[in-house]
């Protein structure tokens, strides 16, 4: 069974920056795609980033030049560093990771940005 282990959540002020890290229990080469997603209270589950086996990335609107998607074949983990955060960014986290049968989901981890 495929699992997705998120890690790097927490509270940050405004203007700061986290890492959070996605560590999938099989080799990312499996996947054609990986992806955070994040969910806001009250809100529908967006997609933030994505990145694909060969390593292009893509970004909503929101996060470009502040959200950076990277991933580590050797680690089997794909990461997103976040910079500039701002309120707006609170949500749970969420990284996925798709074949061409099958989308798997992480638990989540929560980002809070607040003063």
């Known amino acids: 069974q495929v699992q997705l282990v998120e890690s790097g959540g927490g509270l940050v002020q405004p203007g700061g920056s986290l890492r959070l890290s996605c560590a999938a229990s099989i080799s990312i080469f499996s996947f054609y795609a990986m992806g955070w997603h994040r969910q806001a209270p009250g809100k529908q589950r967006e997609l933030v980033a994505t990145?694909?086996?060969?390593?292009?990335?893509t970004y909503v609107d929101s996060v470009k030049g502040r959200f950076t998607i990277s991933r580590d074949n050797a680690k089997n983990t794909v990461y997103l560093q976040m910079d500039s955060l701002k309120p707006e960014d609170t949500a749970v986290y969420y990284c996925?990771?798709?074949?061409?049968?099958?989308?798997?989901w992480g638990q989540g981890t929560t980002v809070t940005v607040s003063s």
């Open positions: 990145i694909t086996s060969g390593g292009t990335a």
């Open positions: 996925n990771a798709r074949t061409l049968a099958e989308t798997y």
